[in-house]
C-alpha cells in the first residue's frame, strides 16, 4: 500500500494549486484520504479529510481556500488550494485510513498510511 503525493510547487501569493494523491493496492472508495501539512518549525496539521467516494468531507476551518476532492475513476483525492498565503508554505502530505475503522472523519486521528510528501512554496 502506498500513496504517491504530487503537485507541489512554487506559486505567487493569491495563487492556486491542485495536489494529487494516488494510491496503490486500494481504491480512494474504500478509504477516508486526507491532506495533512507540516511547515518548518511546526506540528503537522490536517487540513482536509474525503471520506471514500462519498462526497462527504472534513476540513479543518470553514475558510473555504482549501478544498478537496475524491476522483474515483481515477482513484485519485485531490487539494485545490486557492488564495495561497506565503504563511501556507509547507510540505503538504496525504495520508489515509479504512473507513472501517472509523465512526467519524477528521484529521485529529491516526492514519496508518503516508505519501512522501510534496513541497509548496508560496512567494510574496
Known amino acids: 500500500v502506498q500513496l504517491q503525493a504530487s503537485g507541489g510547487g512554487l506559486v505567487a501569493a493569491g495563487g492556486s494549486l491542485r495536489l494529487s494523491c494516488v494510491p496503490s493496492?486500494?481504491?480512494?472508495?474504500?478509504?477516508?484520504i486526507g491532506w495533512f501539512r507540516q511547515a518548518p518549525g511546526k506540528e503537522r496539521e490536517g487540513l482536509a479529510v474525503?471520506?471514500?467516494?462519498?462526497?462527504?468531507a472534513w476540513y479543518a476551518d470553514d475558510e473555504g481556500r482549501f478544498v478537496i476532492s475524491s476522483d474515483s475513476a481515477k482513484n485519485t483525492v485531490y487539494l485545490h488550494a486557492n488564495n495561497l498565503k506565503p504563511e501556507d508554505t509547507a510540505v503538504y502530505y496525504c495520508a489515509a485510513k479504512h473507513l472501517d475503522l472509523m465512526d467519524h472523519i477528521d484529521g485529529r486521528q491516526e492514519y496508518g498510511y503516508w505519501g512522501q510528501g510534496t513541497l509548496v512554496t508560496v512567494s510574496s
Open positions: 493496492g486500494f481504491s480512494v472508495g474504500e478509504y477516508a
Open positions: 474525503a471520506a471514500g467516494s462519498s462526497g462527504s
